[in-house]
């Protein structure tokens, strides 16, 4: 049986398991959870509450394995598909190559929770929604700062770790997520900025990034705006 995903179609962690299984050339089924910018996950996949305690996004499941967390994934993944890598040879690389992935999910993504309001139809208390643009004003300071650490980081280099890796995938979803958030533009970052564009002419990261697009025409319409 071939390897389900369980995915959010706005779901940034899902999507870069969806990456990664596209980049290691396995074959997979799509299996889309419900989403909608006024119930989040409600109603939570049965699937989902049955695997995961934390009742998120994504799941894998391959044979008799069940599994969830996108990094505890990504893991398994090159553990049991080892070709091509997506993790660096060497344990001070390998170990530097996680903790970028780690400051994709938990570090950068933590100020771009707080413009996810963007895509969520306008609190009906007029304080609060002052309140969420406030925050997210104040988050968009932060990550520029953080996209300019990342922007030195890969001057004269093609990928974050050598070649494309985790921390590719981690980062590329959370710097879309700036994009589509209308966070910071990538112009003041000129080797983010082309590192962003060569990634997106791979076709797992270009086939993500249309889909989301696609999605979030459907279900996010305070995008537009
Ligand atoms: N650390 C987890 C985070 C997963 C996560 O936050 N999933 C979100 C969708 S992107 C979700 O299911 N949220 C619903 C909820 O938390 O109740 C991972 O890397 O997979």
Redesign the pocket.
Known sequence: MAIQLYL?PL????R?VEIALQEKGLAFERIRVPFSQER??EPRHPAVLASNP?????VLVDGDLTL????V?FEYLEDAYPRPALYPAGAKVRADCRLLELTA?EILFAPVRNLLYRTEPAHPDATRQLEREQAGLRAESAIRDQLSDLDKRLAGHDFFCGDLSVADIGLFMTVLFVRRLGGPALTDFQHLAAWYARLLQRPAFGMVATDIAAADRKLSPALHR
Do not use: A, E, M
């Open positions: 959010g779901s940034l962690f899902s870069k989040g996950y934390k009742r998120q996004v994504p969830f967390d996108s990094t994934i999910d």
